[in-house]
């Protein structure tokens, strides 16, 4: 019984235009997030693998094979990916978070440089993110589909926002340009649902 399934995206494949293509997001989801699924049901299935949750999963992913560990980060970081854009993004944050952001960073704007830094020279696949980690806010990468999650990442806390700099998330449009695709990305940064992941944190 295939116990984990693909989310739909919360807005259509177009949504998200012109900042990410439909094509781009079509494919990313129906094939690549999809293929994590799957994938990881069958490995699940095939090392007779009960887990209790996903979350759960990540917090002891050191214990699991490592296709469990790619898959199951696969499932895990894109299905908050999806939730972390909307069509017409804010722009900024507010509130908690924005204070909480300016406190360990000077500014917005002078994150929005760092996390972009970080995100465009974050070398061969994997991912960036905003993590709350013992109380404060740091930008980490991971590698592959590690997340800080997982007891063997480097800067371990609660995810706050995340950007996926795989090629696949971008290639199609702007081939090697991976900077044209993290500008057009912070306009559809979801900041109503990186404070709740911030105050839940
Ligand atoms: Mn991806």
Redesign the pocket.
Known sequence: MAKYELPALPYRYDALEPHVDKLTMEI?HTK??NAYVTNLNKLLDENKIETASLEEMMATISKYPVGVRNNGGGHYN?SLFWKLMKQNGTGVPSGELAAAINASFGSFDEFKKLFTAAAVTKFGSGWTWLVLSSGKLVISSTSNHDNPLMDIAEVKGTPVLVI?V?E??YYLKHQNRRNEFVENWWSLVNWDEAAALYSKG
Do not use: R
Request: proline residues 0%; negative net charge; glycine residues 0%.
């Open positions: 990313h690549h997030h894109h996926d795989w696949h998330a």
